[in-house]
C-alpha cells in the first residue's frame, strides 16, 4: 500500500504549462517548465533525471537566445546554476566548468547582486581546485574569505558556506576554514536562526574532529543537543536525559560512561534513543551489508491528541505506539529508536522492499485495532502514523544520511497525500 504526494501532480502541471508554452510561443514559460520539472527531480537526488529536462530547457534558452534578452537574463541564470548544481554533485566538473563560463556574463549584467558573484567565485574555486589550477584557487582565497565576512545576508547561506568550507578542507587550509565557521558563528548568533546554528554547530564537529580534538568535538556534541531539543521540542523526559548526560560529562569519564549507557533508552518509551543510534551508526554502513532500511514513523496530529486529552495522555499514547512498533520490528531483528518528540525511526537490515511494506503495514494494522482516540486529528477519530521507509543497497554515494534524509521526504509526501499511510522505496 502507497500514497502519492502532489509531486506528480505538480509534474503534470508543469507538462501542461509546457505544452501551452509551446502552442502559444512563450519560450520563457517552456523553459521554466523543464527547469521546475528538473529541480522536482533534483530535490530528491536524481540528478541524471533531472539533467534530462535541464538539457531542455539549455536548448530551449539557445533556440530563442535567452540569455541575450535583458528581461530573461536572471531567470537563465537560475536555469544555469541548477544545471551546474546537478553536474557538480555527479561530480563531472568539465561540465560545471562549461556552465559557469555561461553564467559569467549573466553575472556582470547584475553588478548589484554581489552575493550572486560570491556564489559563482566559490564554486569556481571549486572546480577549479578538482581541476588541477591551484594556483588561480590560491589568488582568490583571500578574497572569498573576505566575501565570506560581508556578504553574510544571502538567501542561499548554508549551500555557499558548505561549498567554502568543503574547498578548504579539499585545500586543508584549516585555519582559514576556521575563520570561516567563525563567521557563520557570528551571523547565525545575530540571526538567531536554528537551522544556521544547526549548520555552525555541524561544522564546528566536523573541524574539530579533522583536528582529533575531541574534548572539544565532545563539547560540540554536547550543544547539539541542545539544539536539537529546540529543534524538535523534545517533551520534558527527553531534555531531562539530554541534561544528565551533559552533567556526567563534566564530571569524569566514568561517571559519563555510566550515564551515556543509561541514556540509550528513551526514558518514556522504553526505546532506543537519538544517542543510541549514534553509537550504532558504524554498524549500519558495513560494506558487506546487503541491505538496509531506514524508517521514520510520525504520529499524525498529535499535538491535537495533546490539546484534546492532556499531556498525561499523550505520554501514554506515546507508550502504546513505541510499543507496537518494538514488537513488529524486533521480530525482523531491526531496531527503533525514538528520534523526537512524537518521532521514531527504525532500521532493518537486508529486507527486501515486499518484506518492509508487511512490516509498515502490520505497525498500522495493530495501531488500528489500538483504536486510541484522537476526534481532533485530521486523519480520523483516532490516532494514526504516518510512515515513510528508504530501503536499498549502500554505496559510496549512498550512506546512513542518504537513506535518512530519503526516507524524511517519502514520509512529507505521506503527510501531504493524506496521513495514515506509508511508502516504501528502493
Known sequence: MGATG????????????????????YPIYEMMGYVNIGCEYQVIGAHEKALVYFNLAEEVIRKYHLDQDPNQKE???????NMQDS????????????????ERPLIEYMPDEEWIRFDYDVMESRVNWVLGKKDLVYEKLD???????EYTAIGNYVQNFTELCQLLIDMQEYDKWKQVIEIMERYSTKANVLDLKLFVNEMWRKWYQTLDDMPSYTKKCMELTDLYNEKIEKDRYDKEAAYDVRVALENNEREWKQAKKKSDTDQLTGVFNRYKLGEDLAGFCKKDLQRLCVGILDIDCFKEKNDTYGHLSGDDCLKDIASIIQDVVSKHSGKVYRYGGDEFLVVILNHENEAIKKIADQIRQKLMEKAIPNENSLAGVHVTLSQGYKNGKLS??????????EADKILYRVKRGGRDNYIVEE
Request: overall charge neutral; aromatic content about 16%.
Open 396 to 405: 559510496e554515494n549512498k550512506d546512513f544520511r542518504t537513506f535518512f534524509d
Open 87 to 102: 553536474y557538480m554533485s555527479l561530480k563531472q566538473y568539465d561540465m560545471v566548468e562549461k556552465f559557469l563560463i555561461l
Open 143 to 149: 578574497y572569498l574569505i573576505k566575501c565570506a565576512t
Open 6 to 25: 502532489n509531486g506528480s501532480m505538480a509534474i503534470d502541471q508543469l507538462f501542461q504549462c509546457i505544452e501551452i508554452a509551446q502552442k502559444y510561443g
Open 75 to 81: 531567470r537563465v541564470l537560475g536555469a544555469y546554476i
